[in-house]
C-alpha cells in the first residue's frame, strides 16, 4: 500500500467528489421543494459546459468569461425549463407519474437537441496553459494546478451556500417551503420565488461544476450530463432529501468512494466501476431507507 | 373589520358553506364554534385565501380580498395558526418565529417581536434551539400562536388550538390567548370545545353544517338551552 | 350466441387474414416491423400491469427482461456454439429446449429475478424506490457486460434460432390481452385497482396489499419476460444493451403517451411509437424536398418524441386515450345499452 498513490487518488476523488457534490445540491434543492427530480439537472449541466466551450473557442474568451457565460447559460436554461415544462405541469397535473415522464422528457429532448446541433462526437474543452500546471511537493506528491482549483472553489461555495440556507431570511424560507408549502403561506412566503431561487442557484452551481468537469476530464459532448447527472442524484438521494449540505457530503463520499474503489481495484475489474455507486446506494438505503443524513421534507 | 357576507365555498364540486355571514370587529374576540365536518376551517380557509369562495364577499377594513392569494394575507395584518400546528419540523424553534417574522421590515420591531413571545412562551425560550418536531403538542402549538402573532398582526385566526391536548395544557394556553387579545389584536377563534371558547369570547357564531345556526353574546349563548343540551352536555 | 360475440369472431377472422396476408406479402424489413409492434405492445400490456393498474412505479422491468433474454438464448442456442464461446456448466451446455418452453421458462425466471431483486426495495418510499428500481437496470447492464462466462460480455450471443414469426407473436398478444382482462375483471383486478387509488384505503377493506402487490409485480415481470423472449428470437441476438435504461423510458413513454390502466393505452402508445419512429427516420436520414436538400439531423426524432411526451403531459396527463377503451368508441356498444362508455379503468 503506497501512502503516495493513496494520496494522489485522494485528491483526483476530491475534485471529483467537487463537482457531484456542486450537481447534488441542484438536485436536492428541486426536489426538496418541488418534489420532483429534475432529470433535466444533466442537461443545464451539459448546456453550461457547451456555453463556455463555445466562448472561448470560437469567441476568443477568456477562460473567466467562459465560466461566466456556462453559470449563465446554465441558470436561463434551468428557468427556461421551470416555466415552460415544470410550472404547466405542476399547475394542472401535479401526479408523480406525469412529471417525472415530463422530466425525463425535457431532459431527452435537450440531449438530442444538441446531438442534433452539434453531433455525438466528443469536443476538447479548452482549458488554459496556466491551469495545466503541477506542483510537486517535496514528497513526491503531483497536485494538478487544476484540481487545486475545482476543490478551493467548490469549498467557498459551499460555505457560502449553506451559510445562506441556514441563516438569511430567504434560505430559511426555502426549507420552510420544502417541509410545509401550506404553513409557508401562511407566513407570507411566496412559493413562486422559493422555487426560482432554488432554480437560480441550482442551475449556477451545476454551470461551475461544468467547467470543472471540463477542464478535469477535458471532454465536452451532449451525453455527458446524463450519466454523471445520475451519480449526482444518487448523492442527493444519500445525503437526504432537501438536505443540502448532506447532499454536498454525499457527493464527496461518492466521489472519493469510487476513485478510490477503481484505484485499489485489480484492473481487470475496472469495468465494474460504476456499480460501486449503486452498491454503495443499496447498501445505505436499506440500513438508512430515508438518507444518511435527516431530509428536509415532512416524514409521512 | 372582517367581515363574512353570504359567503358560498367548497372543496371542488361538493359544497361545504352555503351561504354564511359573520364579522369580526376590532379588539374583539370572538368563537366560531361547531360539530366536526361543520365547516369552520373551510371558513378560515376562505380568509386566509387558501380556498377560493364561490359566492359572496370576504371583507376586511373593508376592502374586498376574497382574490387575493393566501401569501398575502400576512401583509394586511392577518395572521392564522391552523388546525394541526404545522410546525416547520425540520427548523428549529426560534427558525420557526423567524418565519412568523418573515415579512418584518426592521431589526428593531423584529428583535422587540421575539422578546415579547419569548416573554409570553418562556418554554419556547428554553427550547429555542430545538428542532420543531421534537417538542410535545402542547410546545408546538404554543409555537404555531407565537408563530402567528410575530408579525402583530391586527386579526389573529386561531383553528382548534385546544386539538389534543391535555386540560392542564389547554389551560395554559387559554392564558396567554386573553393576554394576547388584550394586547389589541382581534382574534377568531375556531374550537370544538364549546365551554373554553364561550369564556374567552364576547361573542359567537355556533355553526352546523355549513350554515350559522346560532349567533349572539357568548355570556348569552352559555345560558342557551340548545348550546347547553348539545354542546355543554347539560341535560 | 349474441351480437357481442360474433363481432370477436368476425374481428379474430379478420386479424388471421391480415396476419396471413402480411406473412406472405410483406418482405424482411416491413415483416419484422409487424411482429415487432406486437411485441413491443406485449411488454408494454405487461408493464401496464404493475405501473398501471397497480400503480407502483417501477423501472426495473429493464433489468429482469435481461435475464430472460439471456435465459431463452442459452436454453436454445446449439451446444456446440455454447461450447465454443461460454464458459457452462456441462447440463447448461448440453442443455437444448423447445420454442414454448424456453418462453415459459424465460418468463418464470424474469419473476424470479423480479422478486430477488425487487423486493427488498418495497420498504422504500415513493422516489427512493423509483431510484432503486432505475439501478437494478444499470446494475444487471453491469452484469451482463462483465460476466463473459455466461453472456459472452458486450460482443453478445448470436445466431439465435428463429422462431418468433407472426403467429406467436400475435399469438400470444392476444392470450396477454385476454388474460389482462379476465384478471382486471376478477376480484384481484379490483383488489389492484382499489390498491392504486389508495393503498392503506385498501388494506382497510380487507384486500391483502402486500400480497397483491408481489403477484402483480410477479405477472408483470412474467408478461415483459416473454416478450423478451420473443424479441430475442425475432433479432437473432442478445447483448447488454438491449433493454437498457434508455428502452425502459421509452416504454414507460408509450405507456404515458397512451393511457395507463386501460388495455387500449399502451396499444396506442406502442402504436403511436414505433409508427412514428418509422415515420420519422426518413427525416432523420436526410431528404430533398421541392429542391432544397435537408442534410441527416440524427437525433430529431427523439426530440420530437421528447417534445411530444412533454406536451402530452401538460395537456392530456392521463394519455390519449384518457383513461377509455377503444371500445367505447365504437357505436355498438352503445347500441348495446350498455354503460361501458364512460368506466375510467376498464378491462
Not at chain 3, 357505436?331 to 362508455?341: A, H, R, T
Amino acid at each position: 500500500m503506497n501512502v503516495l498513490y493513496f494520496l494522489q487518488q485522494l485528491i483526483n476523488g476530491l475534485s471529483y467528489g467537487s463537482i457531484l457534490a456542486l450537481l447534488a445540491i441542484g438536485y436536492t434543492m428541486i426536489y426538496g421543494i418541488l418534489g420532483l427530480i429534475n432529470f433535466a439537472h444533466g442537461e443545464i449541466f451539459m448546456i453550461g459546459a457547451f456555453c463556455s466551450y463555445l466562448l472561448v473557442s470560437f469567441s476568443g474568451a477568456s477562460f473567466w468569461t467562459g465560466l461566466l457565460g456556462a453559470v449563465g447559460g446554465s441558470v436561463l436554461i434551468g428557468l427556461l425549463i421551470e416555466k415552460l415544462v415544470y410550472d404547466p405541469c405542476l399547475k394542472k397535473n401535479p401526479e408523480v407519474l406525469t412529471v417525472f415522464i415530463a422530466s425525463f422528457g425535457a431532459s431527452l429532448g435537450l440531449r438530442n437537441l444538441f446531438v442534433m446541433i452539434f453531433g455525438d462526437g466528443r469536443r476538447a474543452f479548452p482549458t488554459p496553459e496556466y491551469l495545466e500546471g503541477i506542483i510537486i511537493t517535496e514528497s513526491g506528491l503531483f497536485l494538478n494546478v487544476k484540481d487545486l482549483l475545482i476543490l478551493a472553489v467548490t469549498l467557498i461555495l459551499l460555505v457560502v451556500v449553506t451559510l445562506f440556507i441556514k441563516y438569511s431570511r430567504i434560505g430559511t424560507a426555502m426549507r420552510a417551503v420544502a417541509y410545509d408549502p401550506t404553513a409557508a403561506q401562511l407566513v407570507g412566503v411566496n412559493s413562486k420565488t422559493v422555487v426560482l431561487l432554488a432554480f437560480i442557484i441550482g442551475s449556477a452551481l451545476a454551470g461551475i461544476s461544468a467547467v470543472s468537469y471540463g477542464i478535469s476530464f477535458g471532454i465536452v459532448n451532449p451525453s455527458m450530463g446524463y450519466l454523471i447527472g445520475l451519480n449526482g442524484f444518487i448523492a442527493a438521494v444519500l445525503g437526504g432529501i432537501g438536505n443540502v449540505p448532506g447532499a454536498a457530503i454525499s457527493g464527496y463520499i461518492i466521489g472519493l468512494g469510487e476513485i478510490l474503489f477503481v484505484a485499489f481495484l485489480p484492473p481487470a475489474w475496472s469495468a465494474v466501476r460504476p456499480l460501486f455507486v449503486w452498491a454503495l446506494l443499496f447498501i445505505i438505503l436499506f440500513i438508512k431507507p430515508s438518507g444518511l443524513f435527516r431530509p428536509n421534507v415532512k416524514i409521512q | 373589520m372582517l367581515k363574512i357576507k353570504n359567503v358560498v365555498a367548497g372543496y371542488g364540486k361538493a359544497e361545504v358553506l352555503h351561504g354564511i355571514e359573520l364579522y369580526v370587529d376590532a379588539g374583539e374576540v370572538v368563537a366560531l364554534v361547531g360539530p366536526n365536518g361543520a365547516g369552520k376551517t373551510t371558513t378560515i380557509r376562505c380568509v386566509t385565501g387558501q380556498l377560493p369562495i364561490k359566492q359572496g364577499l370576504v371583507t376586511y377594513k373593508e376592502k374586498d380580498i376574497s382574490q387575493i392569494p393566501a401569501y398575502q394575507i400576512v401583509n394586511l395584518g392577518i395572521c392564522c395558526s391552523p388546525e394541526g400546528r404545522n410546525v416547520f419540523g425540520n427548523l428549529s424553534v426560534y427558525e420557526n418565529l423567524k418565519m412568523g417574522g418573515y415579512l418584518i421590515h426592521g431589526k428593531q420591531l423584529y428583535k422587540e417581536q421575539l422578546e415579547w413571545v419569548y416573554s409570553l412562551f418562556p418554554k419556547l425560550w428554553e427550547r429555542r434551539d430545538q428542532l420543531a418536531e421534537s417538542l410535545s403538542g402542547g410546545e408546538q402549538q404554543m409555537l404555531a400562536i407565537g408563530r402567528a402573532i410575530m408579525s402583530k398582526p391586527s386579526l389573529l385566526l386561531l383553528d382548534e388550538p385546544s386539538l389534543g391536548l391535555a386540560p392542564v395544557v389547554v389551560d395554559q394556553i387559554y392564558e396567554k390567548i386573553e393576554e394576547i387579545s388584550h394586547e389589541g389584536a382581534s382574534i377568531l377563534l375556531v374550537e370544538q370545545n364549546v365551554r373554553l371558547a364561550l369564556e374567552i369570547s364576547s361573542r359567537a357564531y355556533v355553526m352546523e353544517s355549513g350554515q350559522i345556526r346560532l349567533c349572539g353574546k357568548s355570556s348569552e349563548l352559555e345560558k342557551d338551552s340548545y348550546i347547553e343540551q348539545t354542546y355543554l352536555g347539560v341535560k | 350466441m349474441n351480437k357481442k360475440t360474433y363481432t370477436l369472431i368476425g374481428s379474430l377472422l379478420c386479424l388471421a387474414i391480415l396476419l396471413f396476408l402480411a406473412n406472405t406479402f410483406l418482405r424482411g424489413y416491413y415483416l419484422r416491423l409487424v411482429i415487432l409492434f406486437a411485441i413491443t405492445s406485449i411488454v408494454a400490456l405487461g408493464v401496464n400491469v404493475t405501473n398501471g393498474y397497480t400503480n407502483i412505479f417501477s423501472l426495473g422491468f429493464g433489468g429482469t427482461m435481461m435475464v430472460a433474454g439471456y435465459a431463452t438464448a442459452l436454453m436454445t442456442l446449439p451446444p456446440a456454439y455454447k461450447k465454443a464461446v461460454l464458459h457452462l456448466p456441462l447440463w447448461l451446455e448440453q442443455l437444448q429446449v423447445a420454442f414454448p418452453l424456453a418462453l415459459v421458462i424465460a418468463g418464470l425466471l424474469a419473476v424470479v429475478a423480479s422478486i430477488i431483486l425487487l423486493l427488498p426495495a418495497f420498504r422504500l418510499e415513493g422516489q427512493y424506490f423509483i431510484l432503486a428500481s432505475m439501478g437494478i437496470n444499470i446494475v444487471m447492464g453491469n452484469l451482463a457486460e462483465n460476466l463473459r462466462g455466461i453472456t459472452h460480455g458486450d460482443m453478445g450471443l448470436r445466431n439465435i434460432p428463429a422462431y418468433t414469426n407472426i403467429w406467436w407473436a400475435y399469438g400470444i398478444l392476444l392470450l396477454v390481452i385476454y388474460a389482462i382482462h379476465r384478471l382486471v375483471h376478477s376480484r384481484f383486478g379490483r383488489g389492484l385497482i382499489a390498491i392504486s387509488k389508495d393503498q392503506q384505503l385498501a388494506s382497510v377493506m380487507g384486500v391483502p396489499v402486500v400480497k397483491y402487490k408481489i403477484i402483480s409485480f410477479a405477472i408483470g415481470s412474467f408478461i415483459t419476460g416473454i416478450g423478451a423472449s420473443l424479441w430475442v428470437h425475432l433479432v437473432l441476438t442478445m447483448n447488454p444493451k438491449a433493454f437498457s435504461l434508455v428502452y425502459v423510458f421509452q416504454v414507460v413513454a408509450m405507456l404515458a403517451i397512451g393511457g395507463i390502466g386501460t388495455l387500449s393505452g399502451p396499444l396506442i402508445g406502442a402504436a403511436i411509437l414505433t409508427i412514428g419512429t418509422e415515420l420519422l427516420a426518413p427525416v432523420q436520414e436526410g431528404f430533398t424536398f421541392l429542391g432544397c436538400t435537408v442534410p441527416p439531423i440524427f437525433g430529431f426524432v427523439n426530440v420530437f418524441m421528447a417534445l411530444l411526451l412533454i406536451v402530452i403531459m401538460i395537456f392530456k396527463p392521463r394519455g390519449l386515450m384518457n383513461g377509455r377503451e377503444i371500445g367505447s368508441f365504437i357505436c355498438f356498444s352503445k347500441k348495446e345499452g350498455n354503460s361501458n362508455g364512460n368506466s375510467n379503468i376498464k378491462g
